[in-house]
């Protein structure tokens, strides 16, 4: 099947260009459209998302008020512009590329609002990736809804294994959030050379070497998996599991807090607790693995595992430890329990706002509003449950 994300199909696809070109925010909990909005409150909306990283809010409150004012815009011309504008940026984020065609095809040649990405630097790089789009697709939907649209090249049982884990990714993540999930477009690929050349495209640098998969703002990149691991010599449905439930929770994550920033311990931390959500067996390894740390005096400070490269060092180290048949600290297992501890702090109605609340609030502004302490405060709870103080 020849792929609709930039809207050259076949005609039997043609509901797919109309949903790529009018999609919105798939909050399914609440109204697709704010269709109560006037054409001004509609732009202070999406430019107050916008400026937030809040992609599918943009596409949500903008995509209302353009089909109001498209037939005859009169005096609101200039409001359905940069509504237009808005959309087609926001929608190129989370990797909608036939909505930011669309959009901003019309301002190709025209000197852009202050402060906003020109249109013709968006529309190059999106024909740049446009070469690389896997050609395939397959849907995977909630009901009605499409939960994924999956792109891909060709089929084999790395592929087929990855699209049939996407299930297991949605119900582990909506069990999870406690809310309705997004549309999500997934990449996967099987030539090494064409995912190196799309992400390189998008992304703007080359891939890691290491990359089992990886999440964007909007969208959920499976390279082809690396010779001698588990998804390459003997994958059963938990090794995709382990990958989809993973990046999918980043992904939603990254489209809920936007331009938010929380600590790389609560990111992964999320994503863990999402694993366990899919796989009781992955559940018990994380907390068995979180004890063997635990038994060598292993527990990271906050300054330790807060940023993403920090982390990383940190999670490196252990595995090098865990080869070398030594025991020592495990951020990942402590993210783990260090994120389900603070959920299980907050009422469940408060899990959507705090997430959001990482718009505009820093990560320790939130816990104080939502969870009645700072960061800190946090971090020393936490050790005292750990060692039942």
């Known amino acids: 099947m020849e792929s609709s994300l930039f809207g050259a199909c076949s005609a039997s696809r043609r509901l797919v260009v109309t949903l790529l070109l009018a999609v919105t925010s798939l909050w399914a909990a609440t109204p697709v459209l704010a269709q109560d909005k006037s054409p001004q409150e509609a732009l202070l909306a999406a430019t107050t998302a916008f400026r937030q990283g809040a992609w599918d809010d943009v596409v949500s409150d903008a995509t ?14 200039g409001t359905l512009a940069r509504l237009h504008y808005l959309r087609g940026l926001a929608a190129e984020q989370i990797s909608w590329f036939g909505m930011a065609q669309a959009d901003l095809g019309p301002f190709a040649n025209v000197e852009p609002p202050p402060g906003l990405t020109p249109a013709a630097v968006v529309l190059a790089r999106i024909e740049r990736v446009k070469p690389f789009v896997p050609t395939q697709i397959e849907e995977i939907r909630d009901g009605n809804a499409v939960a994924f649209r999956v792109y891909y090249d060709q089929m084999n049982p790395f592929v087929r294994g990855m ?3 996407l299930r297991t990714a949605y119900d582990a993540n909506h069990r999870l959030m406690g809310f309705d999930l997004m549309e999500t477009p997934v990449f ?6 064409n995912f190196s050349s799309f992400y390189t495209a998008l992304i703007g640098r080359a891939p890691a070497s290491t990359l089992a998969g990886l999440a964007t703002n909007g969208a959920i990149l499976i390279p082809p998996p690396l010779a001698g691991t588990r998804l390459a010599e003997n994958p059963d449905a938990s090794a995709f599991a382990s990958v989809t439930v993973h990046e999918f929770n980043h992904c939603l994550l990254r489209r809920v807090w936007g331009r938010g920033r929380p600590p790389q311990w609560f990111v992964e931390g999320m994503a863990t607790v999402a694993e366990a959500y899919a796989s009781d067996q992955e559940d018990q390894l994380l907390k068995r693995r979180f004890v063997r740390a635990q038994a060598v005096n292993g527990l990271l400070l906050p300054d330790q595992i807060r940023q993403d490269q920090v982390f990383t060092r940190a999670a490196d180290v252990s595995a090098q430890m865990n080869v070398n048949g030594d025991q020592g600290p495990d951020p990942y297992a402590q993210a783990y329990d260090m994120t389900s501890y603070l959920l299980n702090s907050l009422k469940p109605d408060d899990i959507l706002p705090f997430l959001t609340s990482l718009r505009t609030k820093s990560f320790s502004e939130a816990l104080q509003q939502y969870g009645g302490g700072n960061e800190e405060q946090f971090y020393a709870a936490w050790v005292a449950k750990v060692r039942g103080q």
């Not at 209302?64 to 011309?77: K, R, V, Y």
């Not at 996967?188 to 050379?193: E, K």
Request: charged share 15%; glycine share 4%.
């Open 64 to 77: 209302p008020a353009i089909e109001d004012l498209t037939p005859a815009p009169g005096s609101n011309a």
């Open 163 to 165: 699209i049939d884990s």
């Open 188 to 193: 996967i690929f099987t030539s090494s050379q």
